[in-house]
């Protein structure tokens, strides 16, 4: 892919400030320009939007004190490196998933996505109100960095398949396309789970060597055309219930900053954030309707069996994972764990309870 840079903020504040007749304020001698990795490219639903959003919302509030220059995934080498540049202060921030660190601890997984865990409101709260974003430091703190919420990929879909998913014997044998914890469930299911990088899925299916995949949700799955592979997408996702993006600061250029930008910052990061969440719900309402009307794509559901079933197994990966896990990652799961069990009480006394009551055989006001 074509090198491609975008400097964002340069003049955004001022410009606004004369165009409204109001003078524009006294801006500080110490501008500075950081540099943010972007973990999606170009092409890709939404994140590269988001990240140099992001950058002009830091550009706007901080009076261009303080510009983005947005990098693709692999400007500066590997993007599996992004951590340790960031850490070193290579470059000064990215906007990642946390799962990309994973080899690191179980830690790192937790604050992406877990198998039958918190979707991402329920994220928010645990981060927020329920102890969090304090273990989300403390887990970043030993390398140097400080991470925010910073947007999502959205609830997924279970996967692609060429029939339906009607019994568990229909996972015997079944070669199938999947990423971290969703490997050992499919391991335990009887299939043969292949890790592929998105743009190996198609020669893969062509060459006969992959039955079945699954890759992000509707947007994503159209923009990249994967959704001409096969006729059925099944939902729910069991392993990847919302995919959290975190925007990580190197922690001594953070330390550095004056506190009005810190807040800038931590402001901007949850703004974008909020936004995202929106754009990408949006997004895929959108898509799925294109699924079944322009593609003629079956969408279907996995059976109750099914769920249960996998849902045993997560539950006994996640108990081998904490057992084997250094202390400081099993008290964030822990406290995932515990979140988890307070919000689903509440949750289902409300918010499950109204969407189930929605789907009775009721005539309900259509748009007009």
């Not at 500075?32 to 972007?38: E, F, G, K, L, P």
């Not at 000064?92 to 990309?100: C, G």
């Not at 059976?303 to 539950?315: H, K, Q, V, W």
Request: proline share 6%; glycine share 8%; with cysteine.
């Amino acid at each position: 892919m074509e090198r491609r840079h975008f400097i964002v903020g340069a003049g955004l504040a001022a410009t606004g400030a004369a165009a409204s007749g109001f003078p524009a304020p006294a801006l500080a001698s110490d501008r500075q320009t950081w540099r943010m990795v972007s973990r999606w490219p170009e092409g890709f639903p939404d994140q590269m939007d988001a990240a140099r959003r992001l950058a002009r919302r830091i550009a706007s509030m901080s009076s261009d004190r303080l510009t983005i220059e947005v990098l693709n995934a692999n400007d500066l080498g590997p993007y599996g490196e992004t951590l340790d540049r960031v850490s070193n202060g290579e470059v000064e921030m990215a906007r990642s998933l946390s799962y990309d660190w994973r080899d690191r601890g179980i830690g790192f997984d937790v604050f992406t996505f877990m198998p039958f865990g918190l979707t991402e409101s329920e994220r928010v709260i645990w981060l927020d109100h329920l102890g969090g974003q304090a273990l989300w430091d403390g887990l970043y703190a030993p390398l140097g960095v400080k991470p925010f919420l910073a947007g999502t990929v959205g609830p997924q879909s279970f996967g692609w398949f060429a029939e339906p998913i009607t019994s568990l014997d229909q996972f015997q044998g079944l070669r199938f396309r999947t990423t971290g914890i969703g490997a050992d469930i499919i391991e335990a299911l009887g299939g043969i789970p292949r890790v592929l990088a998105p743009a190996d899925i198609g020669p893969a299916i062509e060459a006969d060597e992959l039955d079945a995949f699954e890759l992000v949700g509707p947007a994503v799955d159209i923009a990249l055309d994967v959704h001409r592979h096969f006729p059925v997408c099944m939902f729910p996702s069991t392993n990847q219930t919302a995919g959290s993006i975190e925007l990580i600061v190197n922690r001594e250029r953070w330390d550095a900053l004056p506190v009005d930008l810190r807040a800038m910052i931590a402001t901007a990061a949850r703004a974008e954030h909020h936004e995202n969440v929106a754009e990408v719900h949006a997004g895929n309402i959108a898509a799925l309707a294109r699924l079944r009307a322009e593609f003629g794509v079956e969408i279907a559901m996995l059976p109750e069996d099914a769920l249960t079933r996998m849902g045993e197994i997560s539950s006994r990966i996640i108990d081998r994972l904490r057992s084997e896990a250094a202390p400081e990652h099993r008290a964030i799961l822990d406290s995932y764990l515990q979140a988890r069990a307070g919000i689903r009480s509440w949750r289902e006394l409300t918010e499950i309870a109204f969407a189930q009551a929605r789907t009775l055989p009721f005539d309900y006001p259509q748009p007009g």
